[in-house]
């Protein structure tokens, strides 16, 4: 699977542990928000993107609230830009 991974860090840069292991990818046992490759015809014309949360081991509801509006948030600042402006 391609995808653009952004890991979620403690405050001394440490990655997080996943809750579960995802893949054979090392990087899959980390918790993290992937921009996931939705595939040619999708990317070409259109500009909804498509996202993958993976939790970190043991966290509650509001913290997975919180991360799914990190994800939100992550999509508007860094892949939303503003054309012909």
Not at 44 to 54: L, P
Request: proline share 6%; net charge negative; aromatic share 12%.
């Amino acid at each position: 699977m391609a995808y653009i991974p952004f890991f979620i860090r403690t405050p001394a840069g440490e990655k997080i542990p996943a809750a579960a292991q995802f893949g054979e990818d090392p990087d899959d046992a980390f918790a993290q928000i992937n921009k996931v490759w939705s595939g040619l015809k999708k990317e070409c014309c259109s500009d909804a993107d498509n996202f993958q949360v993976i939790f970190p081991a043991g966290v509650d509801a509001r913290t997975k609230a919180t991360l799914v509006g990190a994800n939100v948030a992550l999509d508007f600042v860094w892949f939303e830009t503003q054309e012909g402006a």
